[in-house]
């Protein structure tokens, strides 16, 4: 099993360490323009920063203020490896410490079946972001 551990973190510490792994995932894997990626969401999320046992960060999540769960991303050479749902699972159990019972993201289509094993159910249409095909989904805690 693969070392690693999740970290809670905030922009202003871990920008850095956060936006390389996003940048990496998002603007030059998968063609995100680089100013859609970047909004002032950021700023007031609560970040997950997860990171080997080197220290050096291998993906990356944020919970947003409302509940929504967004900018998860593991970078390639460590997916299929659990990084994904750590982080998943940190995120849900800080927004259930929040007092949330609704927690809401926008899947790429492609990552839905990795949601819905863990309980998430579409809501609505696909849609495109940022040129992808995406899925509102969301999960209860009752």
């Not at 956060?18 to 998968?30: G, H, K, T, Y």
């Not at 999320?45 to 967004?70: Q, S, Y």
């Not at 410490?97 to 839905?112: D, F, K, N, P, Y």
Request: a negative charge.
């Amino acid at each position: 099993m693969p070392e690693f551990c999740i970290v809670t973190t905030d922009w202003r510490s871990d920008r850095q360490r956060l936006s390389r792994i996003r940048r990496a995932v998002f603007i030059e894997e998968q063609g995100v323009p680089e100013e859609l990626e970047w909004d002032d969401d950021d700023a007031g999320a609560i970040h997950l920063l997860a990171v080997d046992a080197d220290d050096t960060p291998i993906g990356c999540a944020r919970l947003l203020p409302d509940g929504h769960i967004g900018r998860m991303a593991v970078l390639q050479s460590w997916r299929g490896k659990g990084v994904g749902r750590a982080l998943l699972q940190k995120a849900l159990e800080l927004a259930r410490a929040q007092g949330h019972a609704i927690v809401r993201l926008s899947a790429q289509t492609h990552a839905s079946g990795f949601y819905r094993r863990h309980r998430f159910i579409a809501e609505g249409e696909e849609y495109l972001e940022a040129g992808i095909p995406h899925l509102a989904m969301k999960i209860s805690f009752n």
